[in-house]
């Protein structure tokens, strides 16, 4: 069974550039998410989708990062303009929908490296 | 709401001691919960979850890891350390049958040989 895959794994790019992230999750999962994990720090939830509707993105800075789920698949994170504490990684995991009565586990991607100078 | 407290951002040991990593956490309904280990330049991967059934629950790689709801404490434990299980490892709460995972802050474990 394939994993999350993202895209790219490393970024580096100068402040007020823009970036965008791809993420495609487990086949069959119905949740997807993006992290925020800065150095040093555990993983912060930036967005969760519910199949292609946002069930939570009350971290998410929303002035300068957007995300997409546009058919229930794969997402994508964007940030624009790039500030120098966006530099992070940013994880894509999925789940089995967790009302399901499955457990909510989550399958991470490697995550993409963004350095911004 | 949920919370994680992880105690200690770092721990060292020797190879063959005891692993004692601590969480603690907060839920205002019953909880699920996870460790998650994440080696370097890597994303996180399930070592084990609690999900109501047993309070010990056993993980890959020797880990367990015991819920104890009076001291709502979930500390992750191996009989001897391993130079391999040198990493990081993150303790996590999701509201049962809820959709928000809330991280802890992380203990990086040090296995000296």
């Known amino acids: 069974e394939a994993g999350v895959a993202q895209s790219p794994r490393y970024k580096i790019i100068e402040k007020r550039q823009s970036v965008a992230f791809w993420c495609n999750p487990i086949s069959g999962h119905a949740t997807l998410y993006w992290y925020q994990q800065i150095l040093g720090q555990g993983p912060k939830l930036l967005i969760q989708f519910q199949n292609n509707g946002v069930v939570d993105d009350s971290q998410l800075p929303k002035d300068r990062f957007s995300a997409e789920r546009l058919k229930g698949v794969d997402s994508t994170l964007k940030i624009q303009p790039a500030k120098l504490e966006d530099s992070a990684v940013y994880l894509c995991?999925?789940?089995?929908?967790?009302?399901?009565?499955?457990?909510?586990?989550?399958?991470f991607g490697e995550g993409s490296r963004l350095t911004v100078l | 709401a949920q919370s994680v407290t992880q105690l200690g951002s770092h721990v060292s040991v020797s190879e063959g001691a005891l692993v004692l990593l601590r969480c603690n956490y907060s839920s205002s309904v019953p909880p699920y919960l996870f460790w998650y280990v994440q080696y370097p330049n890597q994303g996180l991967q399930l070592l084990l979850k609690y999900t109501s059934a047993a309070t010990l629950v056993k993980g890959i790689n020797g880990f367990e890891a015991e819920f104890k709801k009076s001291e709502t404490s979930f500390h992750l434990t191996k009989p001897s350390a391993h130079m391999s299980d040198a990493a990081e490892y993150f303790c996590a709460v999701t509201a049962a049958g809820g959709f928000k995972t809330i991280f802890g802050a992380g203990t990086r474990l040090f296995v000296k040989a």
């Open positions: 995991a999925s789940s089995l929908d967790p009302t399901g009565g499955n457990t909510g586990e989550l399958f």
